[in-house]
């Protein structure tokens, strides 16, 4: 998994508090199990962990290679979730702009980000030895660049 997944992974959770541990799918309310049953029917093994100071499940998953990790209420509502999508999957705005302002740079990596009920991109560019992050909104405006 490359740095900035985990880096961006990592600041989203650390930031509403420690986990209290793996814990098993047992522990988790059927309403949380739910909200992934039926909204990623694919997916058949998830990691989960419980938030105390947050009050919130986390949900770590492949699909397809592709990672997911979920944050969920107990009440089984979306908080915030980053997942590796295909770079086709980005916003068609978002990939024009890559292309323009970027020539000759690759896309690496794409992910999707939710949180506090907003949508964002972010796709991790290399090219003429240099890196770079962006974020995009869901039109495909850019938002941030991080070197």
């Known amino acids: 998994m490359k740095k900035v997944f985990v880096t961006l992974a990592l600041s989203l959770f650390v930031a509403a508090g420690a986990f209290a541990g793996n814990i098993k799918s047992s522990s ?34 492949k699909i397809d290679g592709a990672n997911y990790d979920l944050n969920i209420s107990p009440k089984g509502k979306l908080i915030s979730s980053i997942s590796q999508i295909a770079t086709d999957q980005l916003p068609e705005a978002a990939r024009a702009y890559i292309g323009k302002q970027f020539p000759g740079f ?26 770079q992050t962006l974020t995009f909104s869901e039109s495909g405006n850019i938002l941030d660049r991080e070197l």
């Open 106 to 131: 690759k896309i690496k990596e794409a992910r999707k980000l939710f949180r506090r009920g907003m949508t964002t991109y972010e796709a991790d560019i290399n090219g003429q030895n240099s890196d």
């Open 28 to 61: 988790v309310p059927a309403i949380v199990k739910s909200y992934i049953e039926q909204t990623y029917p694919p997916v058949e093994t998830v990691e989960w962990n419980y938030d105390e100071k947050g009050n919130y499940y986390n949900a770590q998953f």
